[in-house]
């Protein structure tokens, strides 16, 4: 499968972002996805995951009530709506997609098959 994120850019601390993720090949209701952000100088970190069918979403801590993952599978696209964007979510972020069995989330990065090109949400304060 082949991953396409796009959505980011520069916002002000307090602003909102939505990122997409569009998936072409397999069948996109396979896989469970997730978003992951790595910062200048800092290893990649879990960001949100969510289930195959969207019955399970995971968050960060970091992130929890204020960043939603969902997914629209007829579209093949998963999304990352980031609200009360602070300036340390500043990033690049990567969506991934992991095979799985259904109402699992999979918050680990070894486990994703395939992964996204990244897009750069830069948060100024």
């Known amino acids: 499968v082949q991953l396409q994120a796009s959505g980011g850019g520069l916002v002000q601390a307090g602003g909102s972002l939505r990122l997409s993720c569009a998936a072409s090949?397999?069948?996109?209701?396979?896989?469970?996805m997730g978003w992951f952000r790595q910062a200048p100088g800092k290893e990649r970190e879990f960001v949100a995951a969510?289930?195959?069918?969207?019955?399970?979403?995971y968050y960060a801590d970091s992130v929890k009530g204020r960043f939603t993952i969902s997914r629209d599978n007829a579209k093949n696209t998963v999304y990352l709506q980031m609200n009360s964007l602070k300036s340390e979510d500043t990033a690049v972020y990567y969506c991934?997609?992991?095979?799985?069995?259904?109402?699992?989330?999979?918050?680990?990065?070894?486990?994703?098959?395939?992964w996204g090109q990244g897009t750069e949400v830069t948060v100024s304060s």
């Open positions: 991934a997609a992991a095979p799985t069995i259904a109402g699992v989330v999979v918050t680990t990065a070894g486990r994703y098959d395939y």
């Open positions: 090949g397999r069948t996109f209701s396979s896989y469970a």
């Open positions: 969510i289930s195959r069918g969207a019955s399970r979403t």
